[in-house]
């Protein structure tokens, strides 16, 4: 290996830095083996920066990736296509890290970081990871920059690095606003199925659970003025199959599901005409790894890769493993199926035999007295309001007759407890009737003016099918506590006793300084989720609209060459290509005359040779000269790196000159020195 090849200390100690950045972002995608390979492997790096082990042989690396890429194959089927081959990058990636010998091979490894930053950005594209891998990247291209800067400070170094990173910024943005946007040619496969938010099976403990995340479910801008609180019903799921401690999809939604891809389920868009006020409004869901999205009432989507369900739902064709944005129109006053075929009308009578007898006793009685369906109905709202019941996220165990525990026993109980109350009792009494799960409130953002839904505003109510006006909404829960309807989560229950139970600092977070920053932060990630993430085909084309006026590839082509033409040129400018050559000083054109001059008669000075050794070299050479060589040097050592006054500097330039012509006829006649 010559001493070009060789890598410096500070080449080695970029690579380690390197390694651990790019790979501690990955660390939820590698499985365990990867990780011990990769953990070695850093170690071993270590001896070897630290000179305390050698190199691997190469043989030796070799094995240990084929064994690597075989067990890979073997489970591939078990972490996913892609997992398995992001978890072979990582190992080659480590690997080429502990024999890395020359400049060739710190190149690759650079190249490899680059990618596993871009598999990074993949599943993590919110503006934290963003600014989290920005530094990274630079760390990365530092590596390379200290190859070819060795004897470069760090400071040099990192300024380089910087610049080299602001001239890509043009190429990355031109690229950013004209590459079409086009799907993903792969599908995201987890290590495990893991999913957050709501369940598509609900029991009475199941959404209680929820109130203990604050993590984000969704956000809702609207292009009207927003509807007041007590409104914001965000649907989510249909429950419609009861089997006494759980509510379900019924197997024709779970159907319309599995079909989706190929079916296409659709329901016709309301008439505006006929049904009047439509609010608009724009829905950015998290990441879940679930189908379904959120909408309120009978929504209506034209989004692509959102189905509009027979049920009122809107159901995505793909797991949303990225934040995914969508449309929506609500019309306000449309009613949801007015008919119902008999199928439908008899799912949702269905109660399991002998369940909740006191229940069932109660809802014939009810029956009774208030034969017509919207008089029975308030009936069961009064009951929950007059009766004592109370709202809690700690509700008593219930036993097998878990709605006649409930209602006559313990009274006591969260969201779910009152609306499979309602949904039962309402079946029991002759009335079609089915729970829905979603969720209920938003916290507004005025610095941006959004709506953000986290996952403790999970709630569930009921919607009963009423003769003309279809499927209505009833919810008990405003019977027991109405101000978790109009005034939203907070209302009724503190952060320390929820959502922040099991963290630490509650004290800090709940703190108005702590607010007022989380909504900043969360703004600048709305705006950089709406702007960046979300410049899809219909922004891409009206910003080209903007910029081009029409359209072509004409005015296409000459975007892409002016914006390249721009940036090359800045680039060939700051690396000198475009600029004038300087004249050279006086003083520097007479030393590259007797260099020229002492090169034809044999004497070639070296790279690395300073002007004071050559100048001894010439007066060793040239022995008959040696005295008025050693003049000139002094005089022109003095000039270059003397401080005179800029008098005396004209005067020794001055004399310089002549002894330089003196020299010159001298060494004409004088002869190398054997």
Known sequence: MTNRDHLSQRTLFWLLLTNVAILLPLYDKAASATLAIGAICFLWRLGIYFGKVAR???????LLAVAAALTLALVSRELGLLNALINLLILGYALKYIEARC??????????????VALTLIDHQGIGYVLLLAPVIAINTLTLISLYLETGNISRQGQLTLKLLLQSLPLALLLFITIPRLPPLWMVPQLKSATTGLSDTVGFGDISRLTRSAQLAFRVTYEQQRPPAHSLYWRALVLEDYDGKHWRQSPTAQAWQSQADTRHPQRPRPQETQV???????VIAESSGQHWLFAMGNAFSDTPGVFNMPDYRLYASRPLEQKFQYRVQQYLHAPRQQALSEAEYQRNLALPAHANPRSQALALQLR??????????????????HQPFSYTLT???????QLDDFLFETRAGFCVHYASAFTFLARASGLPARMVAGYQGGEFNPQAGYLSVYQYMAHAWSEVWLEGQGWVRFDPTAMIAPERIEQGFDSIFSPEDSYLANTAFIGIRTSDWFQQLRLKLASLDYYWTVWVLGFDNNRQQQLLNQLLGKITLSRMALLVLGVMTLALGYIAYSSGLLRRPTSLPQVDKDFRKICQLVARKGLQRQPGCGPQDFITQMACHFPSCANLISHWGEQ???????KLTPHAWQQAQQSFHQLTRQLVQQLSRSALAR
């Open 276 to 282: 009047g006020e439509r609010l608009d409004y724009t």
């Open 103 to 116: 400049r060739r091979d710190v190149r690759v490894i650079v190249l490899a970081g680059y990618f596993l």
């Open 636 to 642: 022109y050592l003095q000039l270059k790196y003397a």
């Open 395 to 401: 509700p008593p165990l219930t036993g097998p007759q």
């Open 368 to 385: 009774q007295h208030y034969p017509e369906p919207a008089q029975r109905l308030q009936a069961m709202m009064r009951f929950f309001n």
């Open 56 to 62: 691997p042989p190469r043989l030796l690396v070799t």
